[in-house]
């Protein structure tokens, strides 16, 4: 008996070795490929050249990151919503000659032009317009509906 279990862990120890062997055999041909070309000297240099590139691209991550946001924000207060309206104001002149135009950011803050024509003449209005509200002037309806048409 004693010698079934010397026998037993002769195996146990060989398959234990063989195992270990094979996994140690795939970590230096994976760190040989990882390495191929470079020599001994230069790998700590080339290891160093990678983490620098690394801190590089954070770094421009992070600027493209801050840039996009500011593109965003400013964007936000550009002419983003356009609406038009053509209407007949009068019933002694033909077609929808007359007009009104919203221009207005994302904030619904803008203008809104409004020209109504006339046999005698074009006039054009002007309207201050913060967050979807005449300020000055009250709008008319037609006015905020050329508002809602540019959402």
């Known amino acids: 008996m004693p ?34 070309g470079v020599s001994p000297k230069n790998l700590r240099t080339v290891l160093e050249e990678v983490l620098k590139e690394l801190e590089l691209n954070k770094k421009d991550i992070d600027y493209l990151k801050d840039y996009s946001l500011k593109l965003e924000k400013d964007g936000f207060l550009h002419i983003q919503k356009v609406g038009l309206i053509r209407f007949n104001p009068f019933k002694d002149t033909g077609g929808d000659q007359s007009f009104i135009l919203s221009l207005v950011n994302g904030n619904d803050t803008g203008v809104i032009i409004s020209g109504l024509y006339s046999r005698s003449g074009t006039r054009w209005y002007a309207k201050k317009v913060i967050d979807g509200k005449g300020i000055e002037y009250e709008l008319s309806e037609e006015e905020k509906r050329a508002l809602r048409e540019a959402k």
Request: hydrophobic share 65%.
């Open 3 to 36: 010698n079934n279990l010397i026998y037993l862990v002769f195996v146990v120890i060989f398959v234990w070795l063989v195992a270990l062997s094979l996994f140690f055999w795939r970590i230096l041909r994976h760190y040989n490929n990882l390495t191929k």
